[in-house]
């Protein structure tokens, strides 16, 4: 696709420095941009760049920085960028039609596109648009809302619920068991049959390999707008509030409750049956261990030492009890002799 500056400003707004008749085919960044090229300054570090860049314009924010022959200017430059790239790389169009190797049982739109070896159990149901890539497993009573695409390799379990224009990566696997059992006297584990659903709204993505797990008795909720790196585990009964977004391997034990528009940091761990406030951002690696009633950032990790020290720091967090108790014997020995002055 080419477009010209003037036309995205059209689209999009912003205020053009420059010649607007300058055509770009692609986004690239300030460093490796060349003619024909879009690049965009988000963050103030690579300001530097500009100096050097190749790109045949550049989408920053006010006010003008010398550099390319021709700029964008917007409040939002990262923002821009996203949309002016998902203008110029559309998803594939949709091939209506059922590969003759899929096995459907359920209820497809002719306006659907149904891969190679892939399986739609009794009572499902795809809407138009959708697309469901190779050897995806579709179970019985799911519904898949118009626009949806899921990749190839994709597990949904039974009663499963996918709103509209959502993206599913490969090996995903959205309605498993949640780890629910009961322990006998004698040790041995009793499991609890998981016999809620998984609800996910609209314009969800959600990452390759990350898994959701069915409720035990009610449903595990995705709002809309949800984002979901690769390798996420969310536990039974979780609820995450609209338009929260969260890095990869983060683990969401069940029944925690997380509000709206958070973030959540790579590898972080939620505890179960927390309740976490809406607008609140948690760190990369974080334990979050209690509730978090109200917006802002948290953060949690201990910074890593070389290993010598962290043995001899950690030699002495085994002692805290006792030098606690110490600094309180010589906290009352302070205040008698304080008394006797």
């Not at 209820?107 to 070896?117: D, F, N, W």
């Amino acid at each position: 696709m080419m477009l010209r500056l003037d036309e995205i400003v059209a689209r999009f707004g912003g205020e053009i420095v420059g010649a607007g008749d300058t055509v770009i085919s692609r986004i690239g960044t300030l460093e490796g941009a060349g003619p024909g090229e879009l690049a965009f300054l988000a963050n103030p570090k690579y300001r530097h760049q500009l100096a050097t860049t190749r790109a045949s314009a550049v989408i920053m924010a006010p006010p003008e920085v010398a550099g390319p022959a021709a700029a964008i200017l917007t409040p939002q430059p990262y923002l821009y960028y996203a949309r002016v790239a998902q203008w110029l790389n559309p998803p594939p169009l949709v091939v209506a039609g059922i590969h003759p190797s899929a096995v459907v049982e359920g209820e497809v739109s002719a306006k659907a596109s149904i891969g190679p070896q892939v399986w739609i159990g009794a009572g499902a149901r795809i809407a138009d648009d959708v697309v469901i890539g190779a050897n995806c497993s579709i179970g019985a009573g799911v519904e898949i809302g118009v626009g949806t695409r899921l990749a190839a390799n994709v597990t949904i379990y039974s009663g499963v619920i996918l709103g509209a224009r959502c993206l599913v990566h490969s090996a995903a696997v959205i309605g498993a068991d949640g780890f629910g059992f009961a322990r006998e006297a004698e040790g041995a584990w009793v499991k609890i049959p998981q016999v809620g659903r998984v609800l996910v709204g609209d314009d969800v993505e959600i990452g390759a390999g990350t898994t959701i797990d069915r409720g035990a008795l009610g449903d595990t909720v995705i709002g809309d707008g949800v984002k979901l790196d690769n390798q996420i585990q969310v536990g039974h009964n979780v609820h995450i509030g609209a338009h929260t977004a969260m890095a990869g391997c983060v683990g969401i034990a069940g029944s925690a409750v997380i509000g709206a528009r958070c973030t959540v940091g790579g590898g972080a761990v939620i505890l179960g049956h927390l309740s976490i406030a809406d607008d609140v951002n948690v760190a990369a690696g974080t334990l979050v261990a209690k509730s978090i009633g109200k917006a802002g950032t948290y953060s949690g990790a201990v910074p890593f030492l070389e290993h010598g020290d962290w043995r001899r720091n950690f030699s002495r967090l085994r002692h805290l009890d006792a030098m606690a108790d110490k600094i309180r014997a010589l906290e009352q020995r302070l205040a008698a002799l304080e008394k006797k002055s």
